[in-house]
């Protein structure tokens, strides 16, 4: 059995990063010139994955709301596809969510950036968010919310919830997918972003393509 090794701690200043590092009691480093990172701001690290606007409530009964939403997570690819998300209390898509049992992911363009964080800094309670923003809401196939239409919305996926068991611990929802949309071509000619946790932001770039490699997981593959 491989003996552990053990990180040896130096208390050296790095910060070669251009990545801000939140002021830290301790400031230690080890010998990779790791600095140490305050455990209540790994969200930061750990967030990326592109920022989403969720639609919740219903396009019938005019109660549907918009809101942003940086905290999701894939569970399972398919048979079903299974979302994650963080949505709490502190939101009035909350309980829209929570009586409809059904809501639209969907994914902006960074083309409508400010637009992103506007709606996450309002609330549902006090403005017609589809109204004030423009966007056009669209009758979804499954789901009583709306698409989220416009030029600067990447894709749609409607979803219901089809986990509830971690709502009052976590406020985490595992939703189900149940039919999505993109936009044609998106990948040519629009961007997604990602939050970094504190109201700045990273624009997808480069793409790496490393698909030769990806020997054992050829299934995820066109
Ligand atoms: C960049 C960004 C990311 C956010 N991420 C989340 C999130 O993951 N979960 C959440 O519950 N609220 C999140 N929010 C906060 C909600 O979007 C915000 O509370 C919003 O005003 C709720 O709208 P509503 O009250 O109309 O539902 C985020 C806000 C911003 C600006």
């Given at each position: 059995?491989?003996?552990?090794?053990?990180?040896?701690?130096?208390?050296?200043?790095?910060?070669t990063?251009?990545h801000?590092?939140?002021?830290?009691?301790?400031?230690?480093?080890?010998?990779?010139?790791?600095?140490?990172?305050?455990?209540?701001?790994?969200?930061?690290?750990?967030?990326?994955?592109?920022?989403?606007?969720?639609?919740?409530?219903?396009?019938?009964?005019?109660?549907?709301?918009?809101?942003?939403?940086?905290?999701?997570?894939?569970?399972?690819?398919?048979?079903?596809?299974?979302?994650?998300?963080?949505?709490?209390?502190?939101?009035?898509?909350?309980n829209?969510?929570?009586?409809?049992?059904s809501?639209?992911?969907?994914?902006?363009?960074?083309?409508?950036?400010?637009?992103?964080?506007?709606?996450?800094?309002?609330?549902?309670?006090?403005?017609?968010?589809?109204?004030?923003?423009?966007?056009?809401?669209?009758?979804?196939?499954?789901?009583?919310?709306?698409?989220?239409?416009?030029?600067?919305?990447?894709?749609?996926?409607?979803?219901?919830?089809?986990?509830?068991?971690?709502?009052?611990?976590?406020?985490?929802?595992?939703?189900?997918?149940?039919?999505?949309?993109?936009?044609?071509?998106?990948?040519?000619?629009?961007?997604?972003?990602?939050?970094?946790?504190?109201?700045?932001?990273?624009?997808?770039?480069?793409?790496?393509?490393?698909?030769?490699?990806?020997?054992?997981?050829?299934?995820?593959?066109?």
């Amino acid at each position: 059995m491989p003996r552990k090794r053990k990180a040896s701690l130096s208390t050296s200043e790095p910060s070669t990063s251009s990545h801000k590092v939140p002021n830290t009691t301790t400031t230690t480093t080890n010998s990779n010139s790791f600095k140490s990172y305050p455990a209540s701001k790994i969200y930061r690290l750990v967030e990326p994955g592109p920022i989403l606007l969720v639609s919740t409530g219903s396009l019938t009964q005019k109660t549907h709301n918009l809101m942003t939403l940086g905290f999701h997570m894939m569970l399972q690819h398919d048979t079903p596809a299974l979302i994650n998300i963080c949505l709490g209390p502190w939101d009035a898509s909350f309980n829209l969510l929570s009586s409809t049992g059904s809501c639209v992911l969907a994914i902006p363009d960074v083309s409508i950036a400010e637009s992103v964080v506007d709606i996450g800094n309002c609330s549902g309670d006090e403005v017609d968010k589809w109204t004030k923003f423009g966007f056009e809401a669209i009758p979804a196939a499954k789901v009583e919310a709306p698409l989220v239409g416009g030029e600067g919305i990447i894709a749609n996926i409607e979803c219901v919830v089809h986990d509830r068991g971690m709502v009052d611990k976590y406020n985490l929802w595992v939703l189900r997918a149940v039919r999505a949309w993109v936009r044609e071509g998106f990948g040519e000619r629009m961007k997604m972003f990602h939050h970094r946790g504190d109201g700045r932001f990273t624009v997808d770039g480069e793409v790496l393509d490393l698909r030769s490699r990806m020997v054992k997981w050829r299934e995820f593959q066109d």
